[in-house]
């Protein structure tokens, strides 16, 4: 509910509703037809899974208070700062001049509203930080390094494998994006976008940074060794990556496009999170079990 709550606020603060992009197409029709009160469901049908999310987070975290509340805006906000970069090259021609800077100001209002409030309702700022002394010794350049380019390429390799191999298996996807429902193979998709737009590997390959540096306070508050922090980082990407989101009326992509990506970026966030969250907490020692007396 506060999730939802905060982003009607955001909505309103933004008045991203008021100069949504003119609907086209299949997806003129779909936004019609939808009715109010679904609208709402699936509002709060994507919130629902990303408060389940955000309590499982909260709960897990070693930290406190605002510590916790920074973290979630974070990660809140690089849901938003994500789809306004991805969306810039992919819908050119698609989005109004001033959609983008309210879809923006739209996900800094949400975020600021609902990270503290999820925090409060949770209990986060009663309670005192679980933080274990030495549990994290400092990385090597040498490891941020090597870690940070193992991340990059595990976006990119998977971007394009849950790319081709969901979202571009539907018929209604190609058409949308290329004006055609031809498929190439796999490496010829890839010989294709290398040829044509070259940039677009480098531009992923910052996107990758991007989302771990906005997401990497999250994953460090979290407790337990690394399938743990594994699993929590897993879940929180599947939730915040944008695809929660796109299970409701796009006023931009008839239904069939929507529901490919929001498939596709569940899958995509599950394999990539759990990734990052394994390679940012190797070598973490797993808490010790509390040690209870024998009975004589």
């Known amino acids: 509910m506060g999730l939802s709550i905060s982003f009607i606020i955001g909505a309103m603060v933004s008045g ?91 996900g800094v209002v949400t975020s600021a509203l609902f990270a503290p409030l999820a925090v409060w309702i949770l209990g986060g700022f009663r309670r005192a930080p679980r933080e274990v002394p030495g549990e994290r010794a400092p990385w090597s ?34 058409q949308f994006y290329s004006g055609t429902t031809e498929i190439r193979s796999f490496w010829g998709q890839i010989a294709w976008i290398w040829s044509s737009t070259p940039w677009m590997f480098p ?20 407790r337990g060794g690394a399938q743990r922090v594994a699993l929590g980082t897993a879940l929180m990407y599947a939730a915040f990556d944008g695809g929660p989101g796109l299970i409701m009326p796009n006023p931009i992509m008839p239904p069939p496009v929507v529901h490919t990506h929001a498939v596709e970026m569940a899958v995509w966030g599950l394999l990539f999170g759990a990734f990052v969250g394994w390679s940012m907490s190797r070598g973490r020692a797993p808490p010790a079990e509390p040690h209870v007396a024998k009975a004589a």
């Open 141 to 174: 350049a040498a490891r941020w390094t090597g870690t940070l380019a193992a991340t990059t390429a595990a976006f990119i390799v998977l971007y394009y494998l849950c790319g081709y191999h969901i979202a571009w298996q539907s018929a209604a996807v190609r």
């Open 203 to 222: 531009f992923q390959a910052g996107r990758a940074l991007l989302f771990v540096a906005l997401t990497l306070p999250a994953i460090r508050m979290l």
């Open 16 to 106: 991203i509703g008021r100069q949504a992009p003119a609907p086209a197409g299949a997806a003129a029709a779909a936004t019609a037809a939808a009715h109010p009160a679904n609208r709402l469901l699936w509002l709060f049908v994507a919130s629902l899974v990303q408060a389940i999310v955000v309590t499982y987070l909260v709960l897990e975290a070693n930290w406190s208070g605002g510590k916790i509340a920074g973290a979630l805006f974070l990660v809140s906000l690089n849901t938003w700062l994500q789809a306004a970069i991805e969306g810039t090259p992919y819908l050119r021609g698609r989005l109004s001049p001033h959609f983008v800077p309210q879809m923006l100001m739209m």
